[in-house]
């Protein structure tokens, strides 16, 4: 058993290691999408925060039903955090909401829980 775990992280650390920085950035990204983040995403005016999402587990670029290119923005799901405290209050639902490339934003895992 032991022989068989050596062998399987020998080859994995050569298969990493003949991967590019893109090839490796690709499969990070997968796998922090699969395994979700606790996530803020803020949406700024000029330099005021005027929206808050709170437990946003990952955002995700749209694509064309018919040719499959990206489109210009992201969507997720996440707790609109209606007083901006960090926390989901009784009352603050779950909502779907999209930004585009054009949205003054920032997206960060939570520091706080």
């Given at each position: 058993?032991?022989k ?5 992280l ?9 991967c ?5 950035n690709?499969?990070?990204h997968?796998?922090?999408?699969w395994?979700g ?12 925060v ?33 007083n ?13 909401f ?5 949205t ?10």
């Amino acid at each position: 058993m032991k022989k068989i775990i050596s062998l399987a992280l020998v080859a994995t650390t050569f298969l990493l290691v003949g991967c590019t920085q893109e090839q490796q950035n690709r499969m990070s990204h997968g796998i922090q999408n699969w395994t979700g983040t606790n996530g803020i995403m803020e949406i700024y005016a000029g330099d005021k925060v005027v929206m808050r999402f709170l437990k946003v587990d990952k955002m995700t670029t749209g694509i064309g039903r018919n040719d499959g290119e990206k489109r210009a923005y992201r969507y997720s799901y996440g707790y609109f955090d209606a007083n901006m405290n960090y926390k989901v209050d009784e009352g603050e639902k779950k909502v779907y909401f999209e930004v585009s490339d054009y949205t003054n934003y920032v997206f960060y895992e939570n520091p706080y829980f």
